[in-house]
Structure formats: structure tokens, C-alpha cells
């Protein structure tokens, strides 16, 4: 879900305020009131869109969470993602770490909702933020207060630069850290957003590595995982395994898991023993709401890096097509 190699491009925010986020040198500025005048029902109409794509789809709320985080590892939160090529090449979502991201059709729809009340008002982009946002708070987690006014990319990103700049499976700590520090966030925040793991699955082909060469792994935990994984498998596109126990609930029960030694990537795994890293997964597993908290200030810092603003960019009328 994440990436280890970027430009850090160092940034200050106030949460009480406007959020401040700088791009190829600019100065851009985010707000909490950006469309009380221009579609102030752009946050009613999300929400009621959510609400019925849920109630049909309950699993759509893990891949709308993660379709945003891998929209922003890959030239800012752009909504370029959402994009077709425009260039006749492979557009960004074909990369392979892009596999398993799915449900854009679910922002195509609210999107043509919301053009409906303001015509050419609200990008794909802000769009693609609040349905994230959404996404926990009907799964039970925290509604996050987001500043808004991110305006959507009119150049598609190659798959080349998706498999450049999106995580391998095997990151660790060390480059977990880099990277959310390069976003602006604290050790705590980078252990919070990490927490995103809680909702939906893991597909076999990302772990079938780790089952074959991970010594630290509990004999116990590799014969559960194996149960779903088979090593050699012709399927490991298609099986997986739970992230943890309640997977359609945004919970602190991914850090109940990695303390049990369960964690079922790497990275989960690690956190529990990784000296910067392991008091904060005990916070956040003793203290629900501290995970909160801290998540949700994450949430504001991931959904703010790189944006377009101002006369930057521009407003697609369509998420897949620049026009």
C-alpha cells in the first residue's frame, strides 16, 4: 500500500487553519470551508452516496480507503489514479503493486452525483478524499475533519512510474518511517496510518515471499496462513487472508494482531518489535480511541501531500478522462 521511494518534500500544518502543501515549488493552500459557497452540499451528497454503495457493498469501504493511498504515493492526491492513458501507453492503474485496487467505479458514480448539484465545481480528487473518509466512518472508525480544494491532474502517470514510486510488499520499518516522515508525520502518526490495515484482506501473492523465507514467523501462524496460501499455488492472485479478525470494521484490532505476533505482512509484523515503532502499536492496542486520534491527523497529512490548488491543474468533468 505504500512506497519507499520518494522526493520528501518537507511541509508544516495546522489543523485549526488552513492546510499549507507545497508542489513542483508552490505555495498552495487547502481549506475546511472550501466549498460553502461554490457546493455546500458536496459533503451531504458524498456521504449519501457511501451510505448506499455500502448497503450494497460492504467491501467497498476497505478498497476506497486504499484506492486513496495509492493514488497518493504516485504524484500527490490528483485523483490520476482514476485515469485512462492519455498518451496511448499503460495507465497508472495497471501497475502491478496497483493489483487488487478496485471499486473506481464507485468514485465515477458520486462524481456524476455531484456534477449533477454543482457542474464542474468539485474534483475527482476531493471527491476521492471525502469517499476515503467516508469509508471509515461507516466502517465505525473516526469522521475525519479533511480541508479541501485539491484540484485533479490533466497528465496520466505511466504503470512505469506506479512501479517506481508504490512500496514493495517486503518495506520495512526503516522505509516505512522515511516514507510518512517525507509526508510531514510524526513516529506515532506513521504507526497510526499503518492502522488502515484493520479493514479487508491480503492477497496470497503478497505474502507467498515471506511464507517461503520468513524465519521469525510462529510455526502456528505460517501453517494458518498456508491453510489459504498455498505455496506454488495457481491461484494466489485470487486467495487471501484476512488482515485481522473483524475485516469490514475500522478497529485497533490490527494492533491486538501484530502484538500476537500475527501481523500478516511484513511491515505488520515488524512493528511490534521494532524498538521506535512497538510503544505506540501498544498504545493503540490498549487505547482504541488514542488510535483515533492519532489516525486521524495521519489521515489529514497523507490526504494533503502534493496538491494541486488554485489555477494548478484542473476540475475533470468524467474521473477516468481529462477534458
Same mark, same amino acid.
Given at each position: 500500500?505504500?512506497?519507499?521511494?520518494?522526493?520528501?518534500?518537507?511541509?508544516?500544518?495546522?489543523?485549526?487553519?488552513?492546510?499549507?502543501?507545497?508542489?513542483?515549488?508552490?505555495?498552495?493552500?487547502?481549506?475546511?470551508?472550501?466549498?460553502?459557497?461554490?457546493?455546500?452540499?458536496?459533503?451531504?451528497?458524498?456521504?449519501?452516496?457511501?451510505?448506499?454503495?455500502?448497503?450494497?457493498?460492504?467491501?467497498?469501504?476497505?478498497?476506497?480507503?486504499?484506492?486513496?493511498?495509492?493514488?497518493?504515493?504516485?504524484?500527490?492526491?490528483?485523483?490520476?489514479?482514476?485515469?485512462?492513458?492519455?498518451?496511448?501507453?499503460?495507465?497508472?492503474?495497471?501497475?502491478?503493486?496497483?493489483?487488487?485496487?478496485?471499486?473506481?467505479?464507485?468514485?465515477?458514480?458520486?462524481?456524476?452525483?455531484?456534477?449533477?448539484?454543482?457542474?464542474?465545481?468539485?474534483?475527482?480528487?476531493?471527491?476521492?478524499?471525502?469517499?476515503?473518509?467516508?469509508?471509515?466512518?461507516?466502517?465505525?472508525?473516526?469522521?475525519?475533519?479533511?480541508? +479541501?480544494?485539491?484540484?485533479?491532474?490533466?497528465?496520466?502517470?505511466?504503470?512505469?512510474?506506479?512501479?517506481?514510486?508504490?512500496?514493495?510488499?517486503?518495506?520495512?520499518?526503516?522505509?516505512? +518511517?522515511?516514507?510518512?516522515?517525507?509526508?510531514?508525520?510524526?513516529?506515532?502518526?506513521?504507526?497510526?496510518?499503518?492502522?488502515?490495515?484493520?479493514?479487508?484482506?491480503?492477497?496470497?501473492?503478497?505474502?507467498?515471499?515471506?511464507?517461503?523465507?520468513?524465519?521469525?514467523?510462529?510455526?502456528?501462524?505460517?501453517?494458518?496462513?498456508? +491453510?489459504?496460501?498455498?505455496?506454488?499455488?495457481?491461484?494466489?492472485?485470487?486467495?487471501?487472508?484476512?488482515?485481522?479478525?473483524?475485516?469490514?470494521?475500522?478497529?485497533?484490532?490490527?494492533?491486538?494482531?501484530?502484538?500476537?505476533?500475527?501481523?500478516?505482512?511484513?511491515?505488520?509484523?515488524?512493528?511490534?518489535?521494532?524498538?521506535?515503532?512497538?510503544?505506540?502499536?501498544?498504545?493503540?492496542?490498549?487505547?482504541?480511541?488514542?488510535?483515533?486520534?492519532?489516525?486521524?491527523?495521519?489521515?489529514?497529512?497523507?490526504?494533503?501531500?502534493?496538491?494541486?490548488?488554485?489555477?494548478?491543474?484542473?476540475?475533470?468533468?468524467?474521473?477516468?478522462?481529462?477534458?
Amino acid at each position: 500500500m505504500f512506497s519507499s521511494v520518494f522526493i520528501f518534500i518537507l511541509f508544516s500544518f495546522n489543523l485549526n487553519s488552513n492546510i499549507l502543501e507545497a508542489r513542483a515549488g508552490q505555495t498552495t493552500t487547502l481549506s475546511y470551508g472550501f466549498y460553502k459557497d461554490s457546493c455546500p452540499q458536496v459533503e451531504n451528497i458524498v456521504r449519501a452516496a457511501l451510505n448506499s454503495i455500502h448497503l450494497m457493498d460492504p467491501a467497498s469501504a476497505p478498497s476506497l480507503l486504499r484506492l486513496l493511498f495509492h493514488d497518493c504515493q504516485v504524484q500527490g492526491c490528483d485523483a490520476s489514479i482514476l485515469l485512462d492513458s492519455t498518451s496511448g501507453g499503460t495507465p497508472e492503474i495497471i501497475s502491478s503493486k496497483n493489483f487488487g485496487v478496485k471499486k473506481l467505479e464507485h468514485i465515477n458514480y458520486i462524481k456524476s452525483m455531484v456534477e449533477a448539484a454543482c457542474p464542474l465545481k468539485v474534483s475527482c480528487a476531493d471527491i476521492l478524499v471525502l469517499a476515503a473518509r467516508e469509508a471509515v466512518a461507516l466502517t465505525l472508525g473516526p469522521r475525519i475533519a479533511v480541508p +479541501l480544494g485539491r484540484r485533479d491532474s490533466s497528465v496520466a502517470p505511466s504503470s512505469k512510474a506506479a512501479d517506481a514510486l508504490l512500496p514493495p510488499v517486503s518495506i520495512g520499518v526503516d522505509g516505512m +518511517l522515511r516514507l510518512f516522515g517525507g509526508k510531514g508525520m510524526t513516529v506515532e502518526e506513521s504507526v497510526a496510518i499503518m492502522g488502515a490495515h484493520t479493514l479487508g484482506v491480503t492477497h496470497c501473492v503478497n505474502i507467498l515471499n515471506r511464507l517461503a523465507s520468513d524465519t521469525r514467523m510462529s510455526p502456528d501462524f505460517r501453517a494458518s496462513l498456508r +491453510l489459504s496460501c498455498q505455496l506454488g499455488s495457481f491461484t494466489p492472485n485470487t486467495s487471501f487472508v484476512l488482515n485481522d479478525p473483524t475485516t469490514l470494521m475500522f478497529d485497533n484490532h490490527y494492533y491486538w494482531n501484530t502484538l500476537g505476533g500475527r501481523g500478516v505482512l511484513k511491515i505488520d509484523a515488524e512493528l511490534a518489535t521494532n524498538p521506535k515503532t512497538s510503544p505506540f502499536v501498544q498504545r493503540f492496542a490498549a487505547n482504541q480511541g488514542e488510535f483515533f486520534r492519532a489516525f486521524s491527523s495521519a489521515f489529514v497529512k497523507l490526504s494533503s501531500y502534493s496538491v494541486l490548488t488554485g489555477k494548478q491543474g484542473m476540475i475533470r468533468r468524467s474521473c477516468n478522462k481529462i477534458r
